[in-house]
């Protein structure tokens, strides 16, 4: 409510860079590096955080830098990968996955 300071519905997470809720209202939760910016092995990490509070890593594998989360009609969920990376020169370039 305006004016009250704000709860935590969910923490101990690590640079989100996105966040949205599924059909169900459950938040999935966008980091662009699940070990931090800082470490070079980090990866990106899509978690679900359920009802109950418990978590669910729904992809890391193949996520490198992501900066955007979309949901398709039927949760169909879309990422924008290597999200921070020039278009221009060589090595990698902005790409959206989809993550089933």
């Known amino acids: 409510m305006p004016g009250q300071a704000p709860t935590v ?3 101990g997470f690590t640079n989100i860079s ?3 809720f599924d059909h169900h209202g459950r938040p999935l939760v966008l980091e662009i590096a699940n070990n931090g910016l800082l470490d070079p092995a ?3 990490a899509l978690i679900r955080v359920n009802r109950d ?3 669910t ?4 594998t193949g996520l490198v830098a992501p900066t955007g ?4 009609h039927h949760d169909e969920i879309y990422v924008s990968n290597y999200g921070i990376f020039p278009a221009a020169g060589p090595g990698p370039h902005g790409q959206v996955v989809r993550i089933s």
């Open 57 to 60: 890593t729904l992809a890391t």
């Open 18 to 20: 996105d966040i949205k």
């Open 53 to 55: 509070g418990s978590r």
């Open 42 to 44: 980090s990866t990106g």
């Open 9 to 11: 519905y969910a923490s």
């Open 69 to 72: 989360l979309a949901l398709g």
